[in-house]
């Protein structure tokens, strides 16, 4: 591949998603957002709640490798090399980070007066 | 006979263009600041009125349209084709395994005939180099300046006597290439099969043929539905080699062989399909010392291939050589560009150079093959050269592939050197195959990949 360019990049998923692309791309955003947001108001991370946000990240990972092998007609027990093993952590990471950035997030602005009590 | 020139750029009627043309280029920058430079293609847009037609609206006519369309402004862009409906052949394997429904495959090319381009819904019926002239099997007459064939190839069944294309999906009969329906009804033979268990054949056409690696997926794919349905040992998997090597890449031959020895898919070389009694499930190969016949429960026939008929009756073909029996286009292997006619190219299927038969060719073909058109028209000529690449997402079983790119020379290309090695069956390879190619290729028909 000669172009690897973003833009090549940006067509391809807009064909694979098509609006999903842009209700994901906007989702992520606003849970960074909420996310920084709470931080900056909390002035700090509540590790209370980041550990229950955390559980549930183990869970997303765990959704985010389903809905892959679901999509892929296959799963990560077709693994043979160490891309796949690559690929396999990367997808469970991506489905842990966003799990746990979005509930903290959630659980945050949900119930902020408890934070402060 | 007076060989077609180019269109002299030198003439005085074509300055004004040329002006024009720089001051388009003047207005690029202020253009790009504001963010309305969308050409797909981003080179700058040149006018010209040059007319160009496109004989054919098949991956490699559609993709050329696309980038034609966003490069050029005032030009006549004229796509012939009666096909309303679009078929994604890589697709036509998965299709075939079971793994993806028929419609899959199934779009209309009118979804992807760009703004500004013209589509004659008609058969190309002659070309005529000489006159620089397309006529369509209506009788219109479609003279050009510049002519790009992309009509692909001929799925020659008659080539195989008793063949009966209306049979697929009965009687153990497979042939994956004719068509989604074709495809799906195979899928339902060989799903037969795999829960029976028999005799499976499998094997390819001499000659030029597109995606050489379909054949062996479909073997490796069938080996691991046996398997999967707990029926491999009841069955028996015979592919029939059309040469001495299992694929056209010494280094992928040698990994296929290996693996089809571990998969237990027996090999016989120099068998060529000749005949087939559909009836008996009989298959007769030619072979070096006369005719084999091989009885089967389940074969998947593999036409032979050739150029159309309006490209084999025109004088585009080679006319020595191992390309000229089919009728495959005399275009220069580096540049795509016709040999006798400098104002016609061949790209995809139709052209008649090594390899260079699948959709990913056509990806790397047509940018070549237009920036050498666009460069006639611009009197800038262009340097770029189009190496060969192939690429095959060979499957070895359901849930894993090889993803095999090569070019002329049988070098193995990497496009993600260290991170996917080309002969180890991968499944980031098959999610690529199953999940990343069709986008790539819309986007690729859309000009913008």
């Not at chain 1, 989702?27 to 108001?41: I, Q």
């Not at chain 2, 008609?122 to 397309?134: L, M, R, T, W």
């Not at chain 2, 010392?289 to 036409?303: L, R």
């Amino acid at each position: 591949m000669k172009e690897l360019d973003p833009m090549v990049f940006l067509a391809v998923f807009q064909e694979m998603l098509g609006p999903m692309l842009w209700v994901m791309l906007l989702a992520a955003v606003a849970a960074v957002v909420a996310f920084v947001a709470l931080l900056v108001r909390e002035r700090g991370i509540v590790s209370r709640r980041l550990v229950r946000a955390e559980l549930l990240g183990l869970i997303g990972g765990v959704v985010a490798l389903v809905i892959m092998a679901q999509v892929s007609s296959s799963g990560f027990t077709d693994a043979g090399g160490p891309a796949d093993w690559f690929l396999i952590a990367l997808v469970y990471g991506v489905g842990a980070v966003a799990t746990v950035v979005l509930t903290y997030a959630v659980m945050g602005w949900m119930q902020p007066r408890q934070a402060r009590a | 006979m007076s060989t077609p020139r180019l269109p002299d750029l030198q003439d005085p009627a074509v300055e004004p263009l040329r002006r024009r043309f720089l001051a388009s280029l003047g207005a690029l920058p202020l253009a790009a600041a504001v963010g309305t430079t969308t050409a797909p293609a981003r080179a700058a847009t040149i006018k010209t009125q040059a007319r160009i037609v496109i004989a054919g609206g098949g991956a490699a006519g559609l993709t050329a349209a696309s980038r034609l369309a966003a490069a050029l402004d005032g030009a006549s862009i004229t796509v012939v084709d009666p096909r309303k409906e679009h078929w994604y052949q890589p697709g036509f394997t998965l299709v075939a395994a079971g793994i993806k429904p028929q419609d899959y495959v199934v779009s209309g090319t009118a979804s992807y005939v760009p703004r500004g381009v013209e589509w004659v819904s008609e058969k190309v019926a002659e070309i005529d180099p000489e006159g620089q002239k397309v006529v369509t099997d209506s009788g219109k007459v479609l003279p050009y300046d510049f002519l790009i064939v992309a009509l692909g190839l001929e799925l020659h069944y008659a080539g195989i006597e008793g063949m009966d294309t209306a049979r697929i999906g009965q009687d153990g009969l497979g042939s994956i290439y004719h068509s989604p329906q074709a495809a799906a009804a195979t899928w339902g033979a060989m799903s037969q099969f795999s829960k029976a268990g028999g005799v499976g054949v499998f094997g390819r056409p001499a000659g030029e043929m597109k995606c050489a690696g379909a054949p062996l997926k479909y073997a490796f794919i069938t080996d691991d539905r046996l398997r999967r349905a707990g029926t491999r040992s009841k069955a028996e998997l015979v592919y029939m080699a059309q040469s001495k090597s299992l694929f056209g890449v010494p280094i992928v031959a040698e990994k296929v062989r290996m693996l089809f020895q571990d998969r237990g898919v027996k090999v016989n070389h120099e068998h060529v399909l000749q005949s087939i009694d559909l009836g008996k499930r009989i298959a007769t190969y030619k072979t070096p010392t006369g005719t084999a016949e091989q009885s089967y429960d389940f074969i998947n026939v593999v036409p032979p291939m050739r150029a159309p008929e309006a490209v084999r009756n025109s004088p585009l073909p080679w006319t020595e050589g191992a390309f000229a029996a089919d009728g495959w286009m005399e275009v220069d292997r580096d540049t795509l560009r016709h040999k006798r006619y400098p104002n016609v190219f061949g790209v995809g299927d139709v052209a008649g150079v090594p390899k260079g038969k699948t959709a990913a060719s056509v990806k790397w073909q047509v940018p070549v093959a237009l920036d050498h058109l666009i460069g006639d028209i611009s009197g800038k000529a262009s340097q770029e050269v189009y190496n060969g690449y192939t690429s095959c997402p060979l499957i070895t079983r359901l849930g894993q592939a090889m993803l095999i790119e090569f070019d002329y020379k049988d070098n193995l290309i990497t496009s993600f050197p260290g991170v996917i090695a080309p002969l180890e069956e991968l499944w980031i390879s098959w999610v690529m195959k199953t999940m990343a190619l069709k986008p790539t290729y819309i986007s690729m028909l859309r000009g913008k990949a």
